[in-house]
């Protein structure tokens, strides 16, 4: 089999980028995704609060897909549900396996990388304790509750401050649960100052910062957690432990970027971000493999994974009919001061006739701020910020009036007092 | 005696710190939002806080066993438990389509809970 375009997972990002390519003029495409319907997590977000900068609407997770499914119902991109790719290779080509057509091979003219992300679990954070049932993920949870309507417990325990158990703290309440608090190792919220607002405060569920569990008791069924606040090390104290008797254990403690594909086709990573290194048309160290959304870095919005994929499925386009320009040498671009991450990390393009769009995360919470971009040590370009959090990204926009100011190489973007 | 309420705008992840100065529940100054829905939300705040709705219902004959569901508009937070309780009673039935109404007038608040996704039949 042969695709000019073969996007891997049908969620908000493989949507996005295959109807971007197609309206580019590339009709050829083929989205592969391994659950039974396209949407990816979004079917299960049931909430609110998404669509704001895209559709200028606040629409819930279901509607935010219904959107682009419609979209894409209007085009001839061919989809393939219920199956799952095994392995891609350098050479664009795809193994693929599903109950009907058994073993597939596909052999594309570009790959787009749109698997996106999975929780942290346990196993990652090291909780002590016994190995009863009744410990989730918070975005299973949220699968047992929206999707297959079962609630997974009566008397919840959240640990870690994520958006995904912020809502849940909020669902599981509504739903009748007892929510007995959220505990967070860091001094501040893991997700959107909004999400502890509406699903905490609107609830009076208590938020314990600085805190995490030190053990889990339960021989069958989870019977409680010992909770202790930590130090400045992140550290437990002793003195403060206190057993708080419950069903039900959630998770919510981060998102890694889903890229044993990746790895296995020997794309280039970055150990910042836990996605590979892209350039600015989100294209990947081998040429015609593309990735968008959380496989190249776990967002806060949906809309952001919307708006890269567009640049992805663009680019594709471009690549196939072959309208790149590239320079001999790429930009680099450096972290400067209080800099996780930058996305992306490197920029190709020739010459600059659009905008081109950097998604960074901060290290730790400052006030009073300037983004500052520079090359050769000359500043060329500045945003002020009130205030930065590392849950919050920070977008900047550069013009290719400013881009034409990189001289040589490299690109420094920093955060300055 | 003037009297300023603090609020954390939930409109966008902007997250505007908002104030809102009012004086014998007459509002004098919104401050600290950066658009218009902010102004709006901090006034709500205020007078009646409202949030969207949003739980699933049962389904029948659908190819899952929830839809999920929205208030067309805002409805005061007080009554979010409520309709949660009301809507966990009643049953939908497949096919639907996104915005159909699955609920008429909630609890007498004047709005219609509808369904966030198209829901397709089980074969």
Do not use: W
Not at chain 1, 377 to 394: D, Q, W
Not at chain 2, 15 to 20: D, H, P, R, T, V
């Amino acid at each position: 089999m042969r695709a000019d375009i073969v996007v891997i997972g049908g969620g908000p990002a493989g949507l996005a980028s295959a109807v971007s390519a197609y309206k580019e003029g590339i009709k050829d495409v083929l989205i592969i995704e391994r659950d039974m319907e396209l949407g990816g997590i979004l079917p299960q977000c049931i909430h609110d609060g998404f669509g704001n900068f895209i559709f200028g609407e606040m629409l819930t997770g279901p509607e935010y897909a219904q959107r682009y499914i419609n979209e894409l119902k209007k085009t001839e991109i061919k989809i393939k549900l219920n199956t799952m790719v095994l392995e891609i290779d350098s050479n664009k080509r795809i193994i693929a396996v599903n109950s009907k057509d058994g073993l597939l091979e596909i052999e594309a003219k570009a790959i787009i990388l749109a698997m996106g992300c999975r929780e942290r679990t346990r196993a990652q954070i090291l909780i002590p304790g016994e190995r009863p049932s009744g410990i989730y993920t918070a975005g299973t949870a949220q699968r047992y509750i929206n999707i297959e309507g079962m609630m997974p417990g009566k008397k919840i325990v959240i640990l870690g401050s994520g958006d995904v158990g912020l809502i849940m703290a909020r669902r599981f309440t509504l739903e009748g649960a007892e929510v007995e608090g959220v505990y967070e190792i860091m001094p501040n919220p893991g997700g959107l100052t909004r999400n502890v607002v509406q699903c905490l405060e609107d609830y009076d569920i208590p938020l314990y910062l600085s805190h995490t569990i030190t053990n889990i008791e339960g021989r069958r069924r989870v019977e409680g957690v010992t909770v202790a606040k930590v130090d400045s090390k992140m550290k437990p104290i002793k003195e403060t432990e206190r057993f708080i008797p419950c069903d039900t254990v959630i998770l919510s403690v981060g998102l890694i970027p889903e890229n044993e594909l990746s790895k296995k086709a020997e794309v280039k990573m970055d150990p910042r971000t836990g996605g590979p290194i892209v350039d600015e048309r989100m294209e990947t160290s081998i040429p015609g493999i593309f990735a968008c959304g959380n496989v190249v870095h776990v967002h806060d919005l949906v809309d952001d994974v919307s708006e890269a994929a567009e640049v992805s499925g663009k680019g594709a386009a471009e690549y196939i009919a072959g309208k790149l320009k590239e320079r001999k040498i790429p930009i680099n671009v450096k972290n400067g001061r209080n800099v996780r991450y930058i996305v992306p990390q490197i920029i190709r393009a020739e010459k600059f006739d659009k905008d081109i769009k950097f998604y960074l995360r901060v290290k730790e919470i400052e006030k009073n701020t300037r983004i500052v971009v520079s090359s050769n040590e000359k500043e060329i370009f500045e945003k002020k910020e009130r205030i930065v959090r590392p849950p919050e990204m920070i977008k900047l926009n550069l013009s290719p009036e400013i881009l034409n100011k990189i001289t040589g190489n490299e690109l420094t973007i920093e955060v300055k007092k | 005696m003037k009297r300023i309420h603090n609020f954390t705008c939930i409109v966008c992840p902007l997250s505007c710190q908002i104030e809102l100065i009012e004086e014998r529940n007459k509002i004098l100054e919104v401050k600290g939002n950066r658009c218009k829905q902010g102004e709006k939300y901090a006034i709500d705040e205020f007078k009646n806080p409202v949030r969207i709705l949003i739980t699933t219902v049962y389904i029948e004959d659908g190819i899952l066993p929830m839809l999920p569901v929205r208030s067309e508009k805002p409805i005061p937070k007080s009554f979010m438990k409520k309709c949660v309780k009301e809507l966990s009673k009643i049953k939908a039935k497949a096919p639907v389509r996104c915005g159909d109404v699955i609920y008429e007038n909630i609890l007498d608040t004047g709005i219609n809970v509808i369904a966030s996704r198209d829901l397709i039949r089980r074969k």
